[in-house]
């Protein structure tokens, strides 16, 4: 089946620097990406679309210029945080719709600032 | 607008006896609903979805589920724990035609004890 590969699984960074997160789909078109974030025992929460070609559409309260969104190619997209902080120690996981309307998603990125 | 309540954060069985997960839900558009799991640190994987074909639908892992459109219901259901089933589970609905921007339910911890 499709397979959304997101790397890295696991980040260790220091308080003020920046992260990259990517998700590729290594088997189809990815023109829609889903991001979102998962608190410790919490739900996943929608932070952004991002559209391939196009802005990333962000939902509310998710700040754009801490959570960028690139969407460059049809088969990759990433989120960089930048100048994180603790509060952003997280679960992000990426999403996108496969062949069939499918859901498929990445296995998810644990980011822990220090 | 849509949204997903999941009735308990945690549910525990026995080995071989019945799972039941429950999730209610909120839309203003016929829904498509969605039962994930998760394992620790891992991603999320489908195990099944109602699209508005049979209201009783059948998963991957021995799980299913019954849309009932009178009591917005959508639980999940198991004859059999069995230790492997221990993980997190999730409920989402998505209004439309696919499964764009899920919303999520809390969440519901199965422990499955010897």
């Known amino acids: 089946g499709a397979v959304v590969s997101q790397h890295p699984s696991w980040v260790i960074c220091k308080s003020g620097t920046s992260v990259k997160i990517e998700c590729r789909s290594l088997?189809?078109?990815?023109?829609?990406m889903f991001w979102y974030r998962q608190f410790p025992k919490q739900s996943l929460m929608l932070m952004a679309t991002?559209?391939?070609?196009?802005?990333?559409?962000?939902e509310q309260g998710v700040e754009k210029d801490k959570f960028l969104i690139n969407h460059a190619s049809l088969t990759l997209s990433t989120l960089t945080v930048t100048s994180a902080h603790p509060e952003d120690s997280s679960f992000y996981i990426c999403?996108?719709?496969?062949?069939?309307?499918?859901?498929?998603f990445g296995q998810g990125t644990r980011l822990t600032v220090v | 607008a849509q949204s997903v309540t999941q009735l308990g954060s945690h549910v525990s069985v026995s080995e071989g006896a019945l799972v039941l997960l429950r999730c209610n839900y909120s839309?203003?558009?016929?829904?498509?609903l969605f039962w994930y799991v998760q394992y620790p640190n891992q991603g999320l994987q489908l195990l099944l979805k109602y699209t508005s074909a049979a209201t009783l639908v059948k998963g991957i892992n021995g799980f299913e589920a019954e849309f009932k459109k009178s009591e917005t219901s959508f639980h999940l259901t198991k004859p059999s724990a069995h230790m492997s089933d221990a993980a997190e589970y999730f409920c989402?609905?998505?209004?439309?035609?696919?499964?764009?921007?899920?919303?999520f339910g809390t969440g519901t911890r199965l422990l499955v004890s010897p």
């Open positions: 839309s203003s558009v016929p829904p498509y």
């Open positions: 999403s996108t719709e496969g062949p069939n309307t499918e859901a498929f």
């Open positions: 989402a609905v998505s209004g439309g035609t696919g499964f764009q921007k899920l919303v």
């Open positions: 088997d189809f078109q990815a023109t829609t």
């Open positions: 991002s559209n391939e070609g196009s802005k990333a559409t962000y």
